[in-house]
């Protein structure tokens, strides 16, 4: 069972992995038009779940959290660590492993998305339009600063992942 939350996040999921897509269609560089679409299109994304998607579970669930969301929290964490960074092929590829485990917590049967539909019920037509009215994230310039690739890997290996760089 899907509902409109559910195809609205996943509907976004979708964008956001072409764009991605797009970004190394070319091995030797980044498409950073495509590339800084995805990067302003996943901290808007992340955000939308952070400030509206898991808050709106805790309170339709009298303040339980979403069994996931420890992880969710931590995935989005070394999502973020790796926008921070200029793109390469490598950063890319982290990321786009950490989404192919991500992305499924959200959206196969259980997952984070089909609860929220289920616990908003009436509620749902309300809930997605502060999901549709969410304000892009100012992403701030990349960072290419000694060290910053070490501190974007702890982040990485904090959530549990492998960087690829």
Do not use: C, W
């Amino acid at each position: 069972m899907t509902g409109p939350l559910f195809k609205y996040l996943s509907d976004d999921h979708e964008r956001l992995d072409a764009l991605l897509v797009k970004a190394v269609d070319n091995p030797e560089a980044v498409n950073m038009k495509a590339y800084t679409e995805f990067r302003q299109g996943l901290l808007r994304h992340i955000g939308i779940e952070e400030k509206k998607v898991l808050p709106a579970i805790v309170r339709l669930q009298d303040g339980k959290q979403a069994e996931v969301a420890a992880r969710l929290r931590l995935d989005h964490g070394a999502l973020v660590a790796l926008l921070v960074p200029p793109p390469t092929p490598a950063i890319v590829e982290t990321i786009r492993s950490i989404l192919s485990a991500h992305n499924p917590l959200e959206e196969n049967e259980g997952g984070l998305y089909q609860l929220l539909d289920r616990l908003a019920g009436e509620e749902a037509g309300n809930l997605l339009a502060k999901l549709k009215a969410a304000p892009e994230v100012p992403a701030l310039p990349h960072n290419d600063r000694p060290g910053i690739l070490d501190i974007t890997r702890r982040a990485v290996e904090r959530a549990g992942y492998k960087a690829a760089f």
